[in-house]
């Protein structure tokens, strides 16, 4: 053994939530704290290449300390419940990674790490313990080093004996007289009255120990030695606490803290259910397998046709019997990728075409197969297949079953949907995952085409195997409706309107640019003349000595390098000087400029004057669908100058109109029909105000009592109900403590009681049944809903709560979608559907045509489902998807 490591689990992930932004899985899970950690303990393991491992954790609320001083961490606000769900999702990486960890009722983190520090110091082994926590700073030793987070958890900085010398003229040991002196508001360690870090310090440099201290107080004159004499036992109890007690039974031998290097497998597989990738691509866990190694072993030799002038015969002949489609491109845009072959098969034979084949005069059969809407096709995502082949001048119909579809709604959370994925799923056999085949990253290479065409073969053998197992879970959970009548059809019209694509005006987003240009020069010239000298405005070091030190603004927070500037603390000193309102707009137009103008300009394909977004039907676990290359639906609206870039969208054809149309309130209005409480369904139907209604029953004032600061408090809280906010959440929206947050959500709830009753009987049904439903029956599983460990099942109560009334909504306006597209085309009318962004669809509309769809869209919109209040979609339109707003 040559190094152990211990790490203060609850400091750090702690230290983690607070300094990483939000993070969430796309089931909604928070991973913030996870990313970090993990981040900075890959850090540690490269550069420390330690021996053995192991991560302590509190164990519960109780300590031993709370027999003497039933206060000791009185202070402290309940964790938020956005962090406590992760500890578990925490623990869980750690054993992936093949790392112990441990926890033990009664004592705390510091204890374990004090207690095996001390049995590594008596073994002759180094350590060092990683933590936030300066009171570590006391096992110090010849052999214990304590590395301190910094910059949140960014950066450690280590203490041996000479460098706890050097900041403080102290002995390890003098650190818990330190804190028996000044005491510890985190810790709710009292001190004594009057005395902070600098003057204990003084005291101890001159006397040693808060014993002698105490003892000497005839030394010492004026009120300090008042409190000294006064508050003598509250130091000495304060010493107490802060002493780390390194006698605690650990039941962790030596060999299971062991570590020879992070278990490949079992990591890999938890970063992809974090959705990790980017720790995933670091740590390069996939690496290039020959394709008869990586899936030869388990599935039987895959035998396929190459098909050539000589061969196509064949394929032509069997083209009836074909049951599954494959065809692989490489690039993650769809309207980008590149065609690397397809693969037909029938139930005993398999066929493999090259790009040059496929666009060759033998393969008309193929291609007129290929485009005939008439002979249904089954496959693994076709949407990407269509897109794909489009760019290639192909046509594609007919899709009939999408296995990739298909598996998502079986399990939405299900992180590895990949063919790979499946087979082991299901049990089918081993299949290359297709990074083991081609690489990945810089590293992707194309295989000859003797292993690429068995891979694409055993890919849809294994796909042909899937596919009735599917077909019969489909019929079992009842979604069968739902797969082909909505999912399916969806998936088409998606494609319809990608290839589609939105024009953009190039020359407007130049001027909105050379606008924000002009805007963000204006905005540094009265900064630098508020400032009184010039800085870069990019920089946080400079940024933060103009603040703080030229200005004297109070600071807010510090790091290790000098003052914060981020946004929270930013907004926080808006109040009290005119430079930081300033600096705010500079930021948020700098990143317009660089995100959505810029952004955007490179967009646009050249041969169309368009930008092709990539809708996905498979990401969220709500049923959302998601925008990419470039995300739409991510253009910021709240800010005049981000609505502005919706200047840029154009109708393609001159004349014609854009066309928006806005459902109002959706998911408020799906929780009103689906808890069926009577405050909340009078008000939609007798078309109030929503947040006025919630305002004068939450606070209890007439209509024309509801001010702007009421009715913005009941927005919060109406839209946070929908999203299963916590107290800590809203009092971050509002601006408020926590206190008061929860208090708002309890006078919710007296005020609502037909949703505290939803709410109630929802979570019941969760935990009957495993899942919960939308009302089309879109499913999603909550295993962790009769968890034992309160933090993971509190989540998926809450998943429970908000998923049957953010998934209907998501349902609606698919349904919204298949209705309007059958509309257009039943009525022959020349207007086409082009976006959908959350609850918004948007068109373009010959003018002819403008006054008809001005009614037909929000009355279509408006009938999609049936609930016990109305829908109600907003229609507007203009020149451009602005003006349309």
Same mark, same amino acid.
């Given at each position: 053994m040559n190094k152990l490591i211990l790490i203060d689990g609850n400091s750090i992930i702690y230290r983690a939530f607070f300094a990483m932004p939000p993070l969430t899985s796309s089931s909604g899970v928070h991973t913030n704290a996870v990313y970090g950690f993990t981040n900075m303990l890959l850090r540690l393991l490269q550069e420390e290449q330690p021996s053995h491992i192991l991560v302590a954790f509190d164990a519960g609320k109780e300590t031993f300390r709370h027999e003497g001083y039933q206060?000791?961490? +009185?202070?402290?606000?309940?964790?938020?419940?956005?962090?406590?769900?992760?500890?578990?999702?925490?623990?869980?990486?750690?054993?992936?990674?093949?790392?112990?960890?441990?926890?033990?009722?009664? !004592?705390?983190?510091?204890?374990?790490?004090?207690?095996?520090?001390?049995?590594?110091?008596?073994?002759?082994?180094?350590?060092?313990?990683?933590?936030?926590?300066?009171?570590?700073?006391?096992?110090?030793?010849?052999?214990?080093?304590? =590395?301190?987070?910094?910059?949140? *958890? $960014?950066?450690?900085?280590?203490?041996?004996?000479?460098?706890?010398?050097?900041? %403080?003229?102290?002995?390890?040991?003098?650190?818990?007289?330190?804190?028996?002196?000044?005491? @510890? /508001? $985190?810790?709710?360690?009292? +001190?004594v009255p009057g005395i902070g870090e600098k003057t204990a310090l003084k005291l101890l440099h001159q006397f040693g120990s808060v014993e002698e201290v105490l003892a000497r107080t005839d030394e010492l004159k004026g009120k300090m030695k008042e409190n000294l004499v006064n508050h003598a036992e509250d130091a000495r109890m304060s010493k107490q606490l802060a002493t780390i007690f390194r006698e605690v039974p650990v039941e962790r031998s030596w060999e299971e803290m062991a570590f020879s290097g992070v278990l490949e497998e079992q990591a890999a597989q938890m970063l992809r259910k974090l959705e990790f990738k980017s720790l995933l691509e670091r740590l390069s866990f996939a690496p290039h397998q020959d394709v008869e190694q990586a899936g030869g072993s388990a599935l039987e030799e895959v035998q396929v046709t190459v098909i050539d002038d000589q061969t196509i015969h064949q394929l032509v002949e069997v083209l009836p019997e074909v049951q599954n489609v494959?065809?692989? $491109?490489?690039?993650?845009?769809?309207?980008?990728?590149?065609?690397? &072959?397809?693969?037909?098969?029938?139930e005993e034979e398999h066929f493999y075409l090259a790009p040059e084949v496929l666009h060759s005069d033998v393969a008309k059969p193929v291609i007129d197969w290929l485009g005939d809407k008439n002979k249904?096709?089954?496959?693994?995502?076709?949407?990407?297949?269509?897109?794909?082949?489009?760019?290639? +001048?192909?046509?594609?119909?007919?899709?009939?079953?999408?296995?990739?579809?298909?598996?998502?709604?079986?399990?939405?959370?299900?992180?590895?949907?990949?063919?790979?994925?499946? /087979?082991?799923?299901?049990?089918?056999?081993?299949?290359?995952?297709?990074?083991?085949?081609?690489?990945? +990253? =810089?590293k992707f290479k194309v295989p000859d085409q003797a292993l690429l065409s068995q891979h694409l073969a055993r890919k849809s053998a294994a796909l042909l195997q899937i596919l009735p197992l599917q077909k019969q879970e489909l019929e079992q959970v009842e979604m069968n409706r739902l797969f082909y009548e909505l999912e399916m059809p969806l998936s088409i019209i998606l494609a319809e309107m990608e290839k589609q694509g939105v024009a953009v005006n190039r020359?407007?987003?130049?001027?909105?640019?050379?606008? !924000?240009?002009?805007?963000?020069?204006?905005?540094i010239a009265r900064i630098y003349d508020i400032a009184g000298l010039e800085f870069n405005l990019n920089s946080p070091k400079q940024l933060g000595e103009v603040l703080f030190?030229?200005?004297?603004?109070?600071?807010?927070?510090?790091?290790?390098?000098?003052?914060?500037?981020?946004?929270?603390?930013?907004?926080?000193?808006?109040? %009290?000087?005119?430079?930081?309102?300033? *600096?705010?707009?500079?930021?948020?137009? /700098?990143?317009?400029?660089?995100?959505?103008?810029?952004?955007?300009?490179?967009?646009?394909?050249?041969?169309? &004057?368009?930008?092709?977004?990539?809708?996905?039907?498979?990401?969220?676990?709500?049923?959302?669908?998601?925008?990419?290359?470039?995300?739409?639906?991510?253009?910021p609206i709240r800010l005049e100058e981000g609505r502005k870039i919706r200047q840029a969208f154009v109708p393609s054809e001159e004349g014609w109109f854009m066309l928006s149309a806005d459902y109002s309130q959706i998911e408020l209005r799906v929780l009103a029909h689906i808890s069926g409480d009577n405050g909340l369904q009078e008000a939609?139907?007798?078309?109030?105000? *929503?947040?006025?209604?919630?305002?004068?029953?939450?606070?209890?004032?007439?209509?024309?009592?509801? @001010?702007?600061?009421?009715?913005?408090?009941?927005?919060?809280?109406? !839209?946070?109900?929908?999203?299963?906010?916590? @107290?800590?959440?809203?009092?971050?929206?509002?601006?408020?403590?926590?206190?008061?947050?929860?208090? !708002?959500?309890?006078? %919710?709830?007296? =005020?609502?009681?037909?949703?505290?009753?939803?709410?109630?009987?929802?979570?019941?049904?969760?935990?009957?049944?495993? %899942?919960?439903?939308?009302?089309?029956e879109r499913r999603r599983y909550l295993p962790e809903i009769n968890a034992s460990n309160f933090n993971l099942r509190s989540f998926a109560e809450r998943t429970a709560m908000n998923t049957p009334i953010q998934g209907t909504a998501a349902d609606i306006i698919k349904l919204a979608m298949i209705m309007m597209d059958e509309v257009l085309r039943e009525r022959k009318l020349k207007s086409r559907m082009l976006l959908q962004v959350h609850d918004e669809l948007v068109f373009e509309v010959p003018p002819e045509e403008l006054e008809l769809m001005t009614t037909l869209v929000p009355e279509t919109m408006?009938?999609?489902?049936?609930?016990?209040?109305?829908?109600?979609?907003?229609? $507007?339109? &203009?020149?451009?998807?602005?003006?349309?707003?």
């Open positions: 206060d000791y961490k +009185g202070g402290r606000e309940k964790t938020p419940p956005e962090l406590s769900e992760q500890f578990p999702l925490m623990r869980e990486l750690l054993e992936s990674f093949g790392i112990a960890w441990f926890e033990l009722p009664g !004592f705390e983190a510091d204890d374990i790490i004090g207690t095996i520090s001390k049995q590594g110091e008596e073994a002759g082994v180094d350590v060092l313990v990683v933590t936030g926590d300066k009171d570590m700073l006391q096992l110090v030793s010849d052999r214990v080093k304590v =590395a301190l987070t910094r910059k949140g *958890i $960014s950066e450690v900085e280590p203490y041996g004996i000479k460098e706890i010398e050097d900041k %403080y003229g102290l002995r390890p040991e003098q650190i818990i007289d330190l804190k028996g002196l000044m005491g @510890d /508001a $985190s810790d709710n360690i009292p +001190g494959v065809v692989e $491109s490489h690039g993650e845009n769809p309207h980008h990728a590149v065609l690397m &072959g397809v693969v037909l098969s029938t249904p096709k089954r496959g693994y995502d076709l949407h990407r297949a269509d897109l794909t082949l489009y760019w290639q +001048g192909i046509e594609f119909g007919g899709a009939e079953h999408d296995i990739q579809l298909a598996a998502y709604l079986l399990d939405p959370t299900n992180n590895d949907q990949t063919v790979s994925g499946l /087979a082991a799923k299901y049990g089918i056999g081993a299949v290359a995952a297709d990074e083991e085949v081609y690489g990945k +990253g =810089a020359g407007t987003l130049m001027e909105l640019g050379a606008e !924000f240009e002009a805007q963000i020069s204006s905005l030190d030229k200005l004297q603004l109070p600071v807010i927070k510090k790091t290790k390098t000098g003052y914060s500037t981020d946004a929270e603390v930013l907004e926080k000193l808006a109040p %009290y000087h005119d430079i930081v309102q300033y *600096i705010l707009e500079y930021r948020q137009l /700098a990143k317009l400029q660089s995100t959505y103008v810029e952004g955007l300009l490179k967009e646009i394909r050249p041969e169309t &004057g368009k930008v092709h977004t990539y809708f996905r039907q498979t990401i969220t676990a709500t049923g959302r669908l998601s925008s990419q290359f470039p995300n739409l639906q991510n253009i939609f139907l007798h078309d109030m105000d *929503i947040h006025t209604k919630t305002a004068m029953k939450v606070f209890g004032v007439a209509a024309d009592q509801v @001010d702007g600061n009421m009715r913005r408090s009941a927005k919060a809280v109406n !839209f946070g109900i929908v999203y299963g906010i916590s @107290d800590y959440g809203l009092s971050q929206n509002l601006n408020i403590t926590r206190r008061e947050a929860a208090r !708002f959500i309890d006078q %919710y709830f007296d =005020a609502f009681q037909g949703v505290r009753t939803y709410m109630d009987e929802i979570v019941k049904e969760a935990k009957r049944d495993g %899942y919960v439903k939308t009302l089309l408006e009938r999609a489902l049936q609930l016990s209040v109305p829908l109600k979609a907003e229609v $507007s339109s &203009g020149a451009n998807w602005y003006d349309a707003k």
